[in-house]
């Protein structure tokens, strides 16, 4: 460090610390190459591949006897074939324009993979939970894919118009103030941004209160006053009562079941299948499956901080099973993990995905 140059410096690996003034400009650069305009329309090219195909090339990767579940899944409705279409419209995406400020996308933002749930320390909030699509990108393909799933949904559940057009407008403006807000403060308070259940709770009474006329209008313009308005307030406040019975005794009461007096994940196939089963449906043996399993469990545990491992290392895994997840999901290699800590009436459950580039393993379906 010199009198010249009084900084240390940056650490190995850190990207570039623009200041406030080149982040600025960098974004009105960004605003004229790309306007708001070009994003308006869009026009399918001419080169695009072929919906149906795009589906079906997935499927090759899937489990064979899982794809007419998930076909299933799709088929019941525009919204949840749009869950499990995610490979369609990121080939799509892939033609649009973009202002070149790339991010670590989710991947997959589309409404049901928000929710409420619990973090590490036990507290409720309101998150996005699936990363298993994550890469970097354009900021704008997980916009697009959000406020794509709010127009279905709300067209699926019976919005005017004129409503699914004030969600999706709420939608982009909520995101928009977001990172105004996300620009004037520090990394840290970026980092642990959050939204908890006090924020949820006191969001939903600004919205009943707006709704009777006693409050200024929150949420969507056009909702506070009409059924519409109403029901979401309901089915919000519903969500996050919901959301406080989904602990670890809930989940134990609803997927496990005593088998020769102890407590096991129950059969419930094709959804959930037991290792104990499982030699049922591939040609590999049960033990063998649990293994590998344990395998992918240990590489998982080895990749914790210290702190966290010798929370886990207070438990042990008691039963494996087969699980399927989702809809865009069904058909990948899922499990879910039984763990025990002090006893039955202290429940871990884990879900155990290998990633889609690990090697498959020597186990297949059987002929037939």
């Known amino acids: 460090m010199s009198a010249e140059n009084p900084d240390i410096g940056e650490a190995p690996g850190v990207t ?34 072929d919906p149906v195909a795009v589906l079906q090339a997935q499927n090759a990767t899937r489990e064979p006897d899982l794809v007419p579940v998930r076909h299933g899944r799709m088929m019941v409705s525009p919204f949840t074939f749009y869950r499990g279409s995610a490979a369609i419209m990121a080939n799509d995406l892939a033609s649009t324009p973009s202002a070149g400020l790339t991010v670590q996308l989710c991947g997959d933002a ?57 969600v999706c407008l709420s939608a982009v403006e909520s995101f928009r103030t977001a990172m105004t807000g996300f620009s004037k403060v520090g990394t840290l308070d970026v980092w642990y941004a959050r939204t908890s259940e006090a ?18 209008a929150s949420g969507p313009a056009g909702l506070t006053d009409t059924k519409a308005g109403k029901r979401a307030v309901r089915r919000g406040a519903a969500a996050i009562r919901k959301a406080r019975t989904r602990t670890n005794l809930d989940a134990l009461a609803k997927l496990t079941e005593v ?44 990749t914790l901080s210290e702190t966290r491992r010798l929370l886990l290392d207070r438990f042990r895994v008691v039963d494996v099973a087969r699980k399927v997840v989702g809809v865009g999901s069904v058909g990948t290699r899922a499990f879910v993990a039984l763990l025990e800590g ?3 009436r202290d429940p871990l459950f884990l879900q155990v995905t ?12 059987p002929p037939g």
Request: proline share 6%.
């Open 342 to 344: 002090r006893d039955e």
């Open 110 to 166: 589309h409404l049901s993979n928000f929710g409420a749930y619990a973090s590490p320390e036990r507290q409720l909030l309101f998150d996005v939970n699936d990363f298993d699509e994550t890469l970097p990108g354009p900021f704008e393909y997980d916009v697009k894919r959000l406020v794509a799933s709010l127009a279905i949904a709300a067209r699926n559940n019976g919005f005017t118009s004129d409503e699914s057009r004030q």
């Open 16 to 49: 570039e610390n623009l200041s406030i003034a080149d982040r600025k400009a960098a974004g009105a650069d960004a605003r004229d190459r790309t306007p708001l305009e070009v994003h308006a329309h869009w026009d399918a090219p001419a080169d695009r591949a």
């Open 354 to 365: 290998p990633s889609r580039a690990a090697p498959r393993r020597a186990w297949r379906t």
């Open 259 to 302: 088998v020769d007096g102890r407590q096991r994940i129950v059969s419930q196939p094709p959804v959930l299948i037991p290792l104990r089963e499982l030699d049922r449906y591939y040609d590999v043996d049960a033990a063998d499956l649990r293994d590998v399993v344990l395998q992918f469990f240990e590489d998982y545990r080895q």
């Open 199 to 216: 924020d949820l709770t006191a969001q939903l009474e600004d919205m009943r209160r707006a709704i009777s006329g006693r409050g200024k």
